[in-house]
């Protein structure tokens, strides 16, 4: 099946690139002047086109041009799926649901805005201001100091979301238009907070300065200077922990709500004990009882991540080699990342265009 993808930085490229791996063709439509915004990002953004454009194959078509726009209702007619995720009313100046629907009735048209129907739908966002405005933003950071979540999460959410409505549709046998929300993703991923307040009625605080309901849930130093998180749930978890490390059991801390009540106390006695044992050593003790936790890493330390690299995927791009995340589950091989406009001839060719008509699409700039 093949999908049509008109968007640009994340959470259009992003159902791109999960359709992709689940073995779905996806054309990677492009403006020919530049291509994907994100091409050109620097600095700590200057990854973002290698890596949500993965496996696809990209056509420089300019499509405000009537050629470029009929070129566009050729590709509609042999889609299956579209994806697009441009500012309100943009698609529909291009081309409109009617048209498409007349071109290809059993298409399925998967716009992803930052607003679902309402009050709020003509309005522009992106993911930061989304995560602000759900409450998100507050949840993850501080007290009077609202934080970004460390990854475009509510992008990439939103295109979960959309490739799963999707999915169902297909399940179905049925085709048609849907309109999945940035705002409305993110809303359903803080439903619990929203439903939290109603059954406590107060105002939370954010989770990094409100206890989580366990007692133990926290980081602590090694004797090698490193930080490791650990995560005990249950009463029986913290029996084990302390046969682990050779802590004798006391009344006072039998229970989660005892732990959780004396939290002050407990962590930095625990953290007396720890700081005498070095990361591995504690790692083998977790490990033999079966107790959660996780060690501090940055993103580019799962490079070196024997478990993580099991689940990475080699990609080249304009003769540099990466190493990158799939979509977890799928039978994934290398693919590459295309240049501007790298099978533009290819896809026109398909089209049943000749090599005259498409040598003067590119001396028109209609094509790259």
């Not at 060719?349 to 000749?354: K, V």
Request: net charge positive.
């Amino acid at each position: 099946m093949t999908v049509l993808e008109i968007g640009q930085v994340v959470a259009g490229p992003t159902a791109g690139l999960i359709f992709s791996d689940l073995g779905f063709r996806v054309i990677k439509i492009e403006n020919p002047n530049g291509g994907d915004i994100s091409r050109k990002l620097t600095g700590s953004s200057s990854g973002t086109f290698e890596y949500y454009n993965r496996g696809k194959e990209s056509i420089a078509l300019d499509f405000r041009t009537d050629t470029g726009k009929k070129i566009l209702e050729g590709l509609i007619k042999n889609a299956d799926i579209i994806v697009e995720n441009l500012g309100p009313g943009s698609m529909d100046k291009i081309i409109n649901q009617d048209r498409i629907k007349q071109l290809n009735p059993k298409i399925i048209y998967l716009s992803i805005k930052g607003y679902m129907c309402g009050p709020y739908e003509n309005r522009k966002s992106l993911d930061f201001p989304i995560e602000i405005e759900s409450g998100i933003a507050y949840m993850t950071g501080l007290k009077n100091k609202p934080m970004r979540i460390g990854s475009s999460a509510i992008d990439m959410a939103t295109a979960m979301m959309g490739v799963m409505l999707v999915l169902d549709k297909l399940r179905r046998h049925e085709s048609g238009f849907i309109k999945i929300g940035l705002f409305e993703t993110a809303m359903f991923l803080v439903g619990q907070h929203i439903v939290t307040y109603q059954k406590e009625k107060r105002d939370l605080m954010p989770l990094n300065e409100e206890n989580f309901a366990w007692g133990i849930y926290d980081f602590f130093m090694s004797s090698d200077n490193k930080k490791i998180f650990i995560a005990i749930s249950t009463d029986t978890q913290w029996g084990d922990f302390c046969r682990a490390f050779n802590i004798p059991p006391r009344d006072e801390y039998k229970s989660n709500i005892q732990r959780y009540n004396q939290r002050d106390k407990l962590i930095p006695e625990i953290q007396k004990i720890l700081i005498s044992y070095n990361l591995n050593d504690i790692i083998l003790r977790l490990n033999k009882f079966n107790i959660s936790y996780g060690i501090l890493n940055r993103p580019w330390d799962l490079l070196k991540n024997e478990h993580a690299l099991m689940h990475m995927v080699n990609a080249e791009y304009n003769g540099t080699d990466f190493i990158m995340p799939y979509v977890p589950g799928t039978r994934n091989n290398k693919k590459n990342i295309e240049n501007l406009g790298c099978s533009s001839l290819k896809i026109l060719r398909e089209l049943g265009y000749t090599a005259e008509e498409i040598k003067n699409f590119i001396d028109s700039g209609v094509i790259k």
